[in-house]
């Protein structure tokens, strides 16, 4: 077996056991989310994050308690997702199911995290670019700031606002 062989064999090696330990740990991560979901349902803390920010979930200091709107919690169906500042004002596919919106301009809401204006995070999906289009319904969202207003419509005229 000539060195040079000997070093492709190592080589082999080492990158198979990195993919299985990368594997293993993707797995353990899956299971330590799956097992924090099913316990911790409908609950949102200072360390839950949305994946646009991911810095700041890290920031600990203490914020004010929201302020009640005076809007209560209502079962009507989503009608809208406005976010003025980067000029979107776009109705939301009221089916709820886990897919990708089907054209660029798409909002959908996950029926699997809470309504809008009950307790814990609403998650919404849309695309920031789209395949012979380019920039779509979410391109700009990287540009709001802290304090800029998210409103979600309900059907029933109810808005919650919410700030970033």
């Given amino acids: 077996m000539t060195a040079t062989s000997r070093i492709w064999n190592r080589l082999s090696l ?10 293993i740990a993707a797995v353990a991560l899956f299971i330590v989310q799956a097992v924090q979901m099913s316990g911790e349902a409908g609950k949102s803390g200072p360390q839950t994050g949305t994946g646009f920010n991911a810095s700041a979930i890290l920031d600990t200091t203490p914020v004010a308690a929201p302020t009640p709107t005076g809007v209560p ?13 980067i000029a979107v004002d776009e109705g939301v596919n009221p089916d709820g199911v886990m897919q990708a919106p089907d054209g660029p301009w798409d909002v959908a809401w996950y029926d699997f995290s809470a309504r809008p204006g009950f307790v814990g995070n609403a998650v ?39 700030r970033v």
């Fill in 73 to 85: 919690p209502s079962s009507a169906p989503i009608a809208r997702l406005v976010i003025p500042e």
């Fill in 124 to 162: 919404f999906s849309g695309h920031v670019d789209y395949v012979n289009v380019g920039p779509a319904v979410f391109w700009d969202l990287g540009q709001l700031e802290m304090d800029d207003v998210i409103e979600v419509h309900l059907e029933d005229g109810a808005v919650y606002r919410y």
């Fill in 14 to 23: 080492v990158t198979m056991g990195l993919g299985v330990a990368s594997l």
